[in-house]
């Protein structure tokens, strides 16, 4: 469908809070750890289709459309058909959606209250750490008057409740966060995008902040965890490939697992490697991530593949992949002498709730 023209937007407030939310807080650390551990014994419905996450989805996102005036909720709010809905991207580009500089202080905290709804403790501070980033390159940066951290922007796609489709995107530079909300199946919350420019902050307020170190050192250690007889399978290439593989309209890019099974490694390496794929999955609330971790088991964690390209060297250019039948994380730390990472976490069997929705709409469960 036609959309109408993006207005020039007005200068104001950025997606920007106190240094108490970055990630390195250990009470958001200690918040997290309690929220992600719920066993899926305890739930009695499958994971992500209980009332928990999908309420609090629905009524933060009802509450921030309700904070706005009718022209902000025409830029905010779209049909869930609409094909805007996986219009992703992670670079600086003019986006559809309503940006935090363009709502007014209410808007603001509601869009927060969402993204704390849907994430977790240390998600949300990663979340706020990336846009924190874009004041880091504009004193860093010859044309650092472009970045701007009210550049991030929030979509709702259908009418949030419990009774037909709806979804919700946060999308800026080095963002691209997405939530599919279909009743009766689990909460989709791919394709996820988060990266990280400077890696490493070298100097200023923000000195020493990694915002997504985990992500590094985690990978780099099960590299170096796996042995001279397996090492040449799991160096899939020499050199990184400059960028994830998987991106926007590059779906089917990746169909192929390569590299080492985790039936093959040892039992440090395998344990190295669930330990990062719950780095990527915790991002989510507890429940969340806790359905993506029970889909990955019951798929079989012995058929997850792990690949690195480049040198196994953090300070130089490196490349790593977890690959299998419900996920597909890619990491990339090229740019900037190793210095700028993109990270993507993306669903084999379909990103934005894939093949149920075709199926709910099959039904008659049709929604504008």
């Known amino acids: 469908m036609s959309r109408r023209p993006r207005p020039t937007p007005p200068p104001g407030p950025g997606l920007a809070l106190g240094r108490r939310t970055l990630v390195h807080g250990a009470v958001a650390a200690a918040t997290v750890g309690l929220l992600g551990r719920r066993a899926a014994s305890e739930s009695p419905v499958p994971l992500g289709v209980g009332p928990a ?27 869930f058909a609409d094909a805007e ?3 992703w991207h992670y670079v600086p580009r003019g986006r559809e959606g309503l940006a935090f500089k363009d709502m007014a202080a209410p808007a603001q905290a509601a869009a927060h209250a969402l993204m704390q709804a ?38 709702v796609f259908g009418a949030p409740g419990p009774d037909a489709p709806w979804g919700w995107r946060l999308e800026g530079h080095h963002l691209s966060l997405n939530f599919t909300l279909i009743p009766g199946r689990p909460v989709a919350v791919t394709p996820a995008f988060v990266g990280a420019n ?27 965890s796996v042995g001279p007889a397996l090492r040449a399978r799991l160096v899939i290439e020499a050199r990184s490939p400059g960028d994830i593989v998987s991106g926007p309209g590059r779906d089917d890019a990746l169909r192929t697992p390569a ?110």
């Open 259 to 368: 590299g080492v099974a985790l039936a093959d490694l040892g039992p440090e390496s395998r344990a190295l490697a669930l330990r990062l794929v719950e780095t990527y999955a915790r991002t989510m609330r507890g429940e969340l991530a806790e359905q993506e971790l029970d889909r990955m088991r019951r798929a079989g964690v012995e058929r997850l593949h792990v690949a690195w390209a480049g040198p196994i060297d953090p300070a130089r250019p490196h490349y790593y992949r977890l690959h299998g039948p419900t996920l597909l994380i890619e990491y990339d730390n090229t740019q900037n002498d190793a210095n700028h990472v993109h990270t993507v976490w993306r669903d084999p069997a379909g990103d934005f709730g894939g093949d149920p929705l075709r199926s709910h709409y099959r039904h008659g469960h049709r929604h504008a």
């Open 198 to 224: 400077p890696a490493r902050v070298a100097a200023g307020p923000l000195a020493g902040l990694r915002t997504l170190g985990e992500e590094q050192d985690l990978g780099v250690a099960l590299a170096r």
């Open 53 to 79: 996450p999908r309420q609090a989805m629905a009524q933060a996102a009802a509450a921030f459309l309700a904070t706005l005036d009718a022209p902000a909720r025409r830029r905010a709010a779209w049909p």
């Open 85 to 87: 809905r996986r219009n």
């Open 118 to 155: 849907s994430l977790s403790a240390t998600g949300y501070a990663k979340a706020v750490n990336v846009v924190r980033l874009e004041e880091v390159l504009r004193q860093i940066e010859a044309l650092g008057f472009f970045r701007d951290p009210g550049k991030y922007h929030v979509s």
